[in-house]
């Protein structure tokens, strides 16, 4: 069963991280919110990105880390994780990358929201966590979460239920975009498969091509 844990939002603020020389302007430190909220086409209302341009976007609208991988985080970082810990919206249990495809369209309260790439860690990760090769650990683990595009526009509860109500056409899991992404770059048969699925976001469609 899958379970929302949290539901959790952030606008932009300039934050210094692990005493760098100057303030970041960044979304990713998001709280539990005790409200409902409305779900818009780029995201929920009161939350954002620091960076437009590589952040946020109707493919990019919601954020969503599974907190089933939160006890080998504690044990690799010995740090305490809570849910927002990698600036998701939404923290959810009983799923992950491997059981979660590109296309998936789940039903959350009211709204609809559809699978539309897997996260992709940057080098923020490392700034937040104090760590060096968090970007690159999320990468080799694959515990990078996914985000989702908005099907359908509504007010969301912290305790809403998150339903499958349909899955992806081409079977393809977050996890087998990870492994084409990070580890089996040039997979011909599943770069052939990946460039054809129209619910991955166009921006990874175009880097998955330009392989081809």
Not at 13 to 32: A, H, Q, R, V
Not at 86 to 113: C, V, W
Not at 142 to 168: A, H, N, W
Request: with cysteine.
């Amino acid at each position: 069963m899958i379970n929302l844990v949290s539901l959790n939002i952030a606008l932009p603020e300039k934050i210094n991280l692990n005493g760098g020389s100057k303030k970041l302007l960044t979304g990713f430190f998001k709280k539990p919110v005790d409200e409902r909220i409305f779900l818009g086409e780029s995201g929920f209302h009161g939350d954002g990105v620091g960076d437009s341009r590589i952040h946020g976007g109707q493919d990019l609208a919601v954020c969503a880390y599974f907190v089933d991988h939160f006890d080998y985080w504690q044990a690799e970082l010995d740090k305490e994780m809570k849910p927002g810990a990698f600036g998701e919206n939404l923290s959810l249990s009983g799923i992950n990358e491997k059981q979660i495809y590109i296309g998936d369209i789940f039903r959350l309260d009211e709204a609809e929201i559809e699978v539309s790439q897997p996260r992709q860690p940057c080098h923020k990760l490392n700034k937040v966590f104090g760590f060096q090769g968090m970007a690159c650990k999320v990468q080799k683990t694959g515990y990078t979460g996914c985000y989702f595009r908005v099907k359908k526009e509504e007010y969301v509860k912290p305790d809403s239920v998150l339903e499958r109500i349909q899955m992806g056409s081409g079977k393809i899991s977050v996890d087998m975009v990870n492994v084409l992404m990070f580890k089996e770059k040039k997979n011909p048969d599943l770069l052939n498969k990946v460039v054809s699925l129209q619910e991955l976001s166009e921006e990874w469609r175009k880097k998955f091509r330009k392989r081809l």
